[in-house]
């Protein structure tokens, strides 16, 4: 006789989130758009001979942005899984006396 397997139902029920599956790309697209930014900003001074003022502003707008575009992201996510959990609630309601 086959025994349901008690991790089937786990992942049926919290499945991973479908825009932040991997956790290091989620870091390296961190510290990529925070280099990318201080990069720029790096090539701007060596131009204008401002070092390292427009580097620093660089990295630093770059950093908070790509954190606002996450957490927007995950507050998405958070709508998403909330509408789907009501659903299925709606689809599955409680048994009564169980």
Known sequence: MLRPDPDSHRAESNPPRSDLQDP??????IVGVTAAFGGIGWWLDSRLHTFPFLMALGAVLGLFGILYVTYK???????KDAHNSDLNRDEHPPVEGA
């Open 24 to 29: 290091l790309q989620l870091g390296v697209t």
């Open 73 to 79: 992201r995950l507050r998405e996510s958070d709508r």
